[in-house]
């Protein structure tokens, strides 16, 4: 369930209202006349199954609420109502298969965001996937998956072709190619400074590596991983599962490519170089292919659900 806080104008109050009502799935209505100060008007409270949540969230922005007024949403960890029980029997489809879209866009527009954090999650992941590359140690690849934010700019990438949003396209790759830019850059540096203390190597990097090997080699399983990587993302996403699992799946086929060019690029390996940055190109067009393509048939499919829904 979700929890909605409107704040309507005074001569908007009644339409919200006959709107709120008319959606099958909503609860829990209550109105407060004249309890908003900024902006003046009305409150209006209510709760509405997740899977119509998107259609009334869609009406009230046409409606100019947004604009007006105030639309604020939470989600409901829990809810001890049999009112709230039949709102979801009776809204159409399931909740973990809806997509609130505005909540979508606005999640990735935040996640895509170049900030200092931002660069510093990469950047330090980025240098622990070279430490785990040289030595292959996949106990410091997994600690370098773990820390990589890039599925945000890259899940806001899908978003705003989906959405024809421009803006967010052009913020999220950004973000993306900045990020590593600045990365690898950074991690170049760290590997001369490595290799000055005698932990790196030219010999390790050019050894034998059976568990980190694979992030100079692309071939068809690299896109393929991508491919399914980028679909597991987007559904944790967009389902509101826990993504801290899926983010580790969506880094492996990132964050240690670009770590691998980085260190090959400090010792002059063009090989080393140049197919670990096919890798890192590879996957990220698998994984954004994947992650638009699976927000296309959700879109798809919960579009005909509700035609079906409304005849």
Same mark, same amino acid.
């Given at each position: 369930?979700?929890? !909605?806080?409107?704040?309507?104008?005074?001569? +908007?109050?009644?339409?919200?209202?006959? !709107?709120?009502?008319?959606?099958?799935?909503?609860?829990?209505?209550?109105?407060?006349?004249?309890?908003?100060?900024?902006?003046?008007?009305?409150?209006?409270?209510?709760?509405?199954?997740?899977?119509?949540g998107?259609?009334?969230? =869609?009406?009230l922005q046409e409606l100019g609420l947004d604009t007006s007024g105030s639309i604020a949403v939470e989600n409901i960890d829990l809810s001890l109502s049999k009112r709230a029980d039949k709102a979801e029997e009776e809204a159409p489809g399931e909740g973990a298969d809806a997509v609130l879209?505005?909540?979508?866009t606005d999640a990735t527009h935040e996640e895509?965001?170049?900030?200092?954090?931002?660069?510093?999650?990469?950047?330090?992941?980025?240098?622990?996937?070279?430490?785990?590359?040289?030595?292959?140690?996949?106990?410091?690849?997994?600690?370098?998956?773990?820390v990589g934010p890039e599925f945000g700019p890259l899940a806001g990438i899908s978003t705003a072709v989906v959405q024809r949003r421009?803006?967010?396209?052009?913020?999220?790759?950004?973000?993306?190619l900045v990020g590593f830019a600045v990365a690898m850059a950074v991690t170049v540096g760290f590997s001369f400074f490595m290799d000055a203390v005698g932990l790196f190597s030219q010999e +390790?990097?050019?050894?034998?590596?059976?568990?980190?090997?694979?992030?100079?080699?692309?071939?068809?399983?690299?896109?393929?991983?991508?491919?399914?990587?980028?679909?597991?993302g987007t559904l944790s996403l967009t389902s509101a599962k826990s993504g801290a699992l899926v983010g580790v799946a969506i880094?492996?086929?990132?964050?240690?490519?670009?770590?691998?060019?980085?260190?090959?690029l400090s010792y002059g390996d063009t090989r080393q170089t140049w197919g670990s940055t096919e890798?890192?190109?590879?996957?990220? !067009?698998?994984?954004?292919?994947?992650?638009?393509? =699976?927000?296309?048939l959700q879109k798809t499919l919960w579009s005909t659900q509700r035609k079906r829904q409304h005849t």
């Open positions: 369930m979700l929890h !909605l806080r409107l704040i309507t104008p005074a001569e +908007k109050t009644d339409d919200v209202v006959r !709107l709120i009502e008319s959606t099958v799935g909503t609860t829990h209505l209550v109105v407060l006349p004249g309890a908003a100060r900024t902006p003046a008007g009305d409150v209006v409270l209510c709760d509405v199954a997740r899977e119509a998107d259609e009334l969230l =869609t009406e879209w505005e909540h979508l895509s965001t170049l900030s200092v954090t931002y660069l510093a999650f990469i950047t330090l992941a980025t240098m622990i996937a070279a430490c785990g590359v040289v030595l292959d140690n996949a106990i410091l690849i997994v600690g370098a998956m773990a421009p803006r967010l396209a052009v913020r999220s790759m950004i973000a993306l +390790k990097l050019d050894a034998d590596r059976p568990q980190t090997g694979f992030v100079y080699a692309p071939d068809w399983f690299s896109f393929v991983v991508a491919v399914l990587a980028g679909a597991a880094s492996v086929t990132t964050v240690p490519a670009a770590a691998n060019a980085a260190v090959a890798q890192l190109l590879l996957n990220l !067009l698998g994984i954004i292919v994947a992650g638009t393509t =699976t927000l296309l």
